[in-house]
């Protein structure tokens, strides 16, 4: 049992070590592919990917190599990382727990509005620059094409995307007939291009549709990072017994011996 914990922090580092690789890969795959809309997920999936394949590294040479303060380091990093994904995931949590969709009468699809969702998530996408490169990814997605075969018949019966619903068509309540322009409508009804390059990608619905895809990905990603976080605390828990066990053994003292040595030894110590 005296090098168990070794062995099993060795392991387990081995494993994270390997399934890094993957993540790091997802990463720069995200990155490079020009019909991810996903952008703010490329850097933390890096971030992480690279914070993992380091701290695996560490603590799988510091157990297996008995380095003490190697997984000294490993642990003080692995403890920064647990409070870090503890962080992100409650900061996701509060700032998705609003928005979601409203359903349309008579249609099977959600119409999405900006004004739902959290202050933070309604800062980020009003960044020009920001809604700029998600505008570029959707037209190069052509999300909106798949619509343009669609018959009246096909918007009662069929579901659409968050993005399809809120960038691909004017809002359900619009009216264009000639004599009703005069009457006051939502904003969006008035941003609507038949054009497919305009369309409703200026409208707050569409913005809003984006949203609803992120927030759900939030979703996604803190239910993963609640597993993460179980899995990285007992690998902690594991790694302070191996520490342990790794600074006896460069003592060359076995478990439970006293070290210390009289201050004035017995008269006869030497004869």
């Known amino acids: 049992m005296y090098r168990f914990s070794n062995s099993v922090i060795g392991f387990l580092n081995l494993f994270t070590l390997l399934a890094s690789i993957p993540i790091i890969g ?44 190697v997984l000294w380091v490993y642990l ?21 727990s609003q928005g979601g969709g409203v359903q349309v009468p ?4 959600k119409e999405y509005h900006l004004e739902d969702y959290s202050s933070w998530l309604r800062k980020r996408i009003k960044d020009p620059d920001y809604w700029r490169t998600i ?35 004017p809002p359900t309540a619009c009216n264009y007939n000639m004599g009703t322009t005069m009457m006051t409508q939502d904003q969006d009804c008035y941003r609507w291009n038949n054009a497919p390059t305009l369309l409703c990608y200026e409208c707050d619905s569409c913005k809003a549709g984006v949203l609803e895809d992120i927030r759900g990905d939030w979703h996604k990603l803190s239910v993963l990072n609640i597993v993460m976080l179980v899995f990285l605390i007992g690998i902690y828990s ?16 076995p478990h439970g011996e006293n070290r210390m040595t009289k201050v004035r030894p017995r008269w006869d110590y030497y004869w």
Do not use: H
């Open 26 to 69: 997802g990463g720069l795959w995200m990155a490079r592919s020009s019909t991810t809309c996903e952008s703010f997920l490329q850097t933390p999936l890096l971030v992480v990917g690279f914070v993992v394949l380091i701290i695996s590294l560490a603590g799988f040479i510091g157990a297996c190599f008995n380095v003490a303060w």
């Open 76 to 96: 003080v990093v692995m403890l920064f990382l647990i409070a870090t994904l503890m962080g992100l995931t409650v900061f996701g949590f509060v700032v998705t």
């Open 106 to 109: 008579g249609r099977v699809y």
């Open 135 to 169: 505008r570029s990814c959707i037209l190069g997605s052509k999300t909106c094409a798949k619509l343009a075969l669609w018959t009246p018949l096909d918007y009662l019966e069929k579901d659409m995307s968050p993005i399809q619903s809120g960038c691909c068509k």
């Open 238 to 253: 594991i790694g302070c017994c191996a520490f342990q066990n790794t600074r006896r053994a460069e003592t060359d003292y």
